[in-house]
């Protein structure tokens, strides 16, 4: 598709323009047939993950995408950074923001956020029997939760990533991850034992930018709306 040329009157809209974040990675690549559908075309090196940009034009002078990490895409909107986002429920789980709307699930990014430990732990599954356990993942927020409700204590080790290597390495007796397939698990030794939640992506908004600018933002939200349907 070819995007205009942006004009000194195109660039002040742009300046204005509402900011829809954008995760990097496999969700992207999800999402994209769905931007698609809703009309929305990134300008320049968008699809380039190799690309140094982060803020990238469209199709339509007054909405801009940003592209950053998955973990982010609430934190920016949140924060007004951007007014709109695709953000996975984990995220939302993990942070609750209550400056987050998310009135649309998209689904596409399905996974689950699960608990795994080793194979050949035979105490694994009387979890709720322990009055402690450490626990290696990204979610401390969603682990503590989770044993809590359980009647215990989890001792939270936070790694943003390889979590699958901290049983075998003794720095956590169970790992608290996202799931998609079970694959990575298997090839670590490990296995899953309970599933805390099943994820998908949502269209997430800003509740004070829906306030301020309920006729722009809720435009987008019905475009959203018809490209699901499509």
């Given at each position: 598709m070819d995007h205009p040329i942006p004009t000194?009157?195109?660039?002040?809209?742009?300046?204005?323009?509402l900011i829809l974040a954008l995760p990097k990675g496999r969700i992207l690549k999800e999402v994209a047939p769905l931007l698609a559908r809703a009309g929305i075309a990134p300008a320049g090196d968008f699809d380039d993950e190799d690309s140094r940009?982060?803020?990238?034009?469209?199709?339509?002078?007054?909405?801009?995408?940003?592209?950053?990490?998955?973990?982010?895409?609430?934190?920016?909107?949140?924060?007004?950074g951007a007014q709109i986002g695709v953000c996975g429920a984990d995220v939302l789980m993990e942070f609750d923001y209550p400056?987050?709307?998310?009135p649309l699930d998209l689904g596409v990014g399905a996974c689950r956020v699960s608990v795994a430990g080793p194979a050949e732990d035979p105490d694994a599954e009387k979890v709720s029997r322990w009055s402690r356990v450490t626990v290696a993942t990204k979610y401390p927020g969603i682990a503590r939760r989770h044993f809590a409700a359980r009647g215990v204590q989890a001792e939270v080790v936070h790694l943003n990533g390889a979590m699958e290597l901290a049983p075998s390495l003794g720095l956590a007796r169970l790992i608290v991850d996202l799931v998609q397939t079970g694959s990575t698990l298997k090839a670590n030794g490990l296995v899953e034992r309970e599933v805390i939640a099943q994820v998908t992506s949502?269209?997430?908004?800003?509740?004070?930018?829906?306030?301020?600018?309920p006729e722009r933002i809720g435009a987008w939200l019905a475009r959203f709306r018809a490209a699901l349907g499509a």
């Open positions: 000194a009157e195109t660039r002040a809209l742009s300046d204005e323009a940009h982060l803020r990238f034009r469209t199709n339509h002078p007054g909405l801009d995408v940003v592209r950053v990490r998955p973990f982010d895409v609430a934190t920016f909107v949140a924060h007004g400056e987050i709307y998310a949502r269209l997430i908004v800003n509740r004070t930018a829906l306030k301020t600018e």
